[in-house]
T-cell receptor, first 110, second 115 residues
Framework: RKEVEQDPGPFNVPEGATVAFNCTYS??????FFWYRQDCRKEPKLLMS???SGNEDGRFTAQLNRASQYISLLIRDSKLSDSATYLC???????????FGTGTRLQVTL | GAVVSQHPSWVICKSGTSVKIECRSL??????MFWYRQFPKQSLMLMAT?????????EQGVEKDKFLINHASLTLSTLTVTSAHPEDSSFYIC???????????FGPGTRLTVL
């Protein structure tokens, strides 16, 4: 089983749509969870950290379910500029190291 | 977030040559930096953890004699790919972990092509 699993997509959605991405992780010792965004041929950029109580940042909402070892990201009112690959990232439980999922690709169209 | 720079942004070299990549933390004194590699359509894979003033810690399967890491100051870590071969062609990215929640901030990456 992969340490971090994501649906690779692509998700093709029209502008204004709501889209949800899911991620599961295998290490029950993980304590830090993140969503990163990666544009084509660029470095990953932190989108948001995911806290136990769930958190929201504008159109983006992240949820964490520790019992099921499951993380989600909801994007409301999708914009063309949201088109990117979204990486689910989890700490390994040791020495600040992170494990990355392969990413879910989102394409927002007119 | 923290500001990290990398140089060069891309490099093309002949097989057998060595390539040095620099990673600088511009606004934070980083005792620890991380080096990743990303092949097309794959996730980032951690290669090694670079520790200021001491030896790097390499992940399983990464040859320490091939990928030389030097972290001589709190703002600079270098990765040297020695005797590069075409299979070393990849996107190399560094990061530092200055976030309070363990988040990492990445440099813009170096695209290496070995002919």
């Amino acid at each position: 089983r992969k340490e971090v699993e994501q649906d690779p997509g692509p998700f093709n959605v029209p502008e204004g749509a709501t889209v949800a991405f899911n991620c599961t992780y295998s290490n029950s010792a993980s304590q830090s969870f993140f969503w990163y965004r990666q544009d084509c041929r660029k470095e990953p950029k932190l989108l948001m950290s995911v806290y136990s109580s769930g958190n929201e940042d504008g159109r983006f909402t992240a949820q964490l379910n520790r019992a099921s070892q499951y993380i989600s990201l909801l994007i409301r009112d999708s914009k063309l500029s949201d088109s990117a690959t979204y990486l689910c990232v989890v700490d390994t439980g040791t020495a600040s190291k992170l494990t990355f999922g392969t990413g879910t690709r989102l394409q927002v169209t007119l | 977030g923290a500001v990290v720079s990398q140089h060069p942004s891309w490099v093309i070299c002949k097989s057998g040559t060595s390539v040095k990549i620099e990673c600088r933390s511009l606004d934070f004194q980083a005792t620890t930096m991380f080096w990743y590699r990303q092949f097309p359509k794959q996730s980032l894979m951690l290669m090694a953890t670079s520790n200021e003033g001491s030896k790097a810690t390499y992940e399983q399967g990464v040859e320490k004699d091939k990928f030389l890491i030097n972290h001589a100051s709190l703002t600079l870590s270098t990765l040297t790919v020695t005797s590069a071969h075409p299979e070393d062609s990849s996107f190399y990215i560094c990061s530092e972990s200055s976030g309070s929640y363990n988040e990492q901030f990445f440099g813009p990456g170096t695209r290496l092509t070995v002919l």
